[in-house]
């Protein structure tokens, strides 16, 4: 049947009132972060077209990033994006004043920004095969898949590659792996998109400064 319901949002006290009793801190973020689309993506082409390069829907996240709704990444977050296309073509959109883990009924608190502002950086140094966070407190890796299961094996895997090949402590890949299992929190980012996505979060403070 639908249910809408409009908010004022306390800008400056950067709060929301859901209802009297009910308050929610704003965490904005944008749902999607894309670059041109991947060739290989499997999802159905504008039109029904057979072209690789036709278009496709921000709908479904995928290794261009595009519909991820990954509630961590806010203001001083990093991703990184594999980029398949000459330019990048970066677009962001779907913009979220909050959003749990799940986004469960398929809305969250929805917003428009009047601004946002991006530094883009190309790291040719990089080679990455999804998209990846950092933020001040974690690393990021992600998983998108119209199973659940694959998306949280992907999302897994990266988090067992990342550790695997970092440099702060030599790790065989049998020791990432039962690292991952100890520390690495895994959540899933939204079931509403038709592929569904997890993120798992790999602490960094299990570095010890040495």
């Not at 809408?4 to 973020?29: T, W």
């Not at 913009?95 to 929805?110: D, F, S, Y």
């Not at 790291?123 to 690393?139: A, F, M, S, V, Y």
């Not at 990266?158 to 702060?168: G, H, I, K, P």
Request: glycine share 8%; charged share 25%; proline share 7%.
């Amino acid at each position: 049947e639908g249910f809408v319901r409009f908010f004022h949002l306390d800008v400056a006290r950067r709060r929301v009132e859901f209802k009297p009793g009910i308050v929610l801190d704003l965490e904005p973020f944008p749902g999607i972060v894309a670059v041109g689309i991947d060739p290989r993506d499997p999802s159905p082409r504008k039109g029904g077209s057979t072209d690789p390069l036709a278009p496709v829907s921000t709908l479904r996240p995928w290794k261009n990033g595009s519909n991820m709704d990954v509630n961590e990444l806010q203001e001083g977050a990093t991703i990184f994006i594999p980029v398949f296309l000459p330019g990048g073509l970066v677009w962001v959109g779907d913009a979220h004043c909050r959003q749990g883990n799940g986004e469960v009924n398929l809305t969250a608190l929805e917003c428009a920004y009047r601004q946002i502002v991006l530094q883009l950086v190309v790291r040719k140094d990089l080679r990455l095969e999804w998209p990846r966070i950092e933020t001040k407190t974690h690393w990021i890796t992600l998983g998108f898949d119209e199973s659940l299961d694959r998306a949280m094996t992907s999302a897994v895997r990266e988090s067992v590659d990342f550790l695997a090949r970092q440099t702060m402590v030599p790790l065989t890949r049998y020791e990432a792996y039962a690292l991952a299992s100890m520390v690495v929190d895994c959540r899933v980012s939204q079931v509403v998109d038709i592929r569904k996505g997890v993120h798992c979060m790999i602490p960094k403070s299990i570095f010890a400064p040495r």
